[in-house]
């Protein structure tokens, strides 16, 4: 699943790579059959990103996100959306203490370490927002006081991709936010025989234990800073965002903002696999995660039923890279 670390690789960058594997062989014995979908997540977790995993129920997006959050030692906090939630029921509230006299703050679900928005897409766009700040600037502002989460920080939120009634669509600017969308998807036949075998007594997650701790995958995360990008790969990463701009089917393309989330994941990606260099393959993997979900489609093109991670592919094989003969 992930590459061992080839010789001459530094020191900080082995062991993080250590880390990442024993973290995704955790995970996978959750998450069956789906190691690239694993390494995604890690990537996310390692480059400091949150996840949107889009997908239809059963596939597995709450049992990740736990997983996830056991292997490493982490803090977990599951928010369920509803049309009713309220901002200071994710954010937390000050509460008047009357033997003190004085307000205490009560922090809310966000203040974990990894936090799994559930169906984000079916609270009001109030609630949704109160995620801003928290994914952004990993705190949260409540009655004009400043409170730092904990570190590491890592939302994933889901939502149903087929269920549209009573949701409302995540606006651009939150969908910015989000590093990569990804999709489990369902297993193969062999695959869903083991995920039953598994299953007929007890769930593998109540078994599952920490491999890792917070402090470790910090250091993963500034590891992963110290690995090279290559002037030619920074080329090929604007020249994808830059592309998706100029796109006849596109409203709106790929912030700068998702340039530099493509930058950092692909960096992180390299180092799970025990690399200190990016390749223009680990771009090429990332970007219909990273950029996708970040175009924007004219009413032409959807009517014509133009996906946007199609118009990404076609992208990858149109835009040379830099440099490549």
Do not use: C
């Not at 239809?56 to 030692?73: D, E, F, N, Q």
């Not at 075998?197 to 995360?221: F, R």
């Not at 796109?247 to 692909?266: E, Q, V, Y």
Request: glycine residues 6%.
């Amino acid at each position: 699943m992930v590459a061992t670390a080839p010789a001459g690789v530094p020191a900080d960058i082995t062991d993080a790579a250590a880390v990442a594997q024993r973290i995704a062989h955790n995970v996978a014995t959750v998450i069956v059959g789906k190691d690239g979908v694993i390494e995604q997540a890690l990537s996310a977790l390692v480059a400091e990103g949150h996840i949107l995993v889009e997908d239809v129920p059963g596939v597995g997006k709450t049992m990740l996100a736990r997983s996830l959050a056991t292997s490493i030692g982490g803090t977990f906090s599951r928010i369920q959306f509803t049309p009713d939630l309220l901002p200071s029921d994710v954010t937390g509230v000050s509460v008047y203490n009357q033997s003190s006299g004085e307000f205490t703050f009560r922090s809310g679900p966000i203040a974990a370490q990894l936090v799994l928005a559930d169906e984000i897409n079916r609270a009001t766009p109030k609630t949704q927002s109160a995620l801003l700040e928290a994914m952004e600037e990993r705190q949260v502002t409540v009655d004009g006081v400043t409170h730092p989460l904990s570190l590491p920080f890592l939302v994933i939120a889901t939502q149903n991709s087929i269920e549209y009634e009573g949701t409302f669509p995540l606006p651009e600017a939150q969908l910015d936010r989000f590093l990569m969308r990804i999709n489990i998807g369902y297993p193969r036949f062999d695959e869903e025989l083991t995920i039953i075998a598994q299953q007929e007594h007890t769930h593998p997650i109540a078994d599952l234990g920490a491999v890792a701790t917070p402090a470790q995958v910090l250091d993963m995360q500034r590891a992963a800073q110290s690995v090279y990008v290559d002037g030619l790969v920074r080329e090929y990463v604007v020249a994808l965002s830059e592309a998706t701009r100029q796109h006849h089917d596109a409203a709106l393309g790929a912030s700068p903002r998702a340039s530099l989330g493509l930058f950092r994941a692909s960096r992180a990606l390299a180092l799970v696999r025990g690399r200190d260099y990016v390749l223009p393959d680990d771009v090429k993997e990332l970007a219909p995660a990273v950029l996708s979900h970040r175009i924007v489609l004219t009413p032409a093109a959807r009517m014509r039923g133009v996906r946007s991670e199609q118009m990404v592919h076609d992208l990858l094989d149109s835009v040379p890279v830099p440099g490549a003969a």
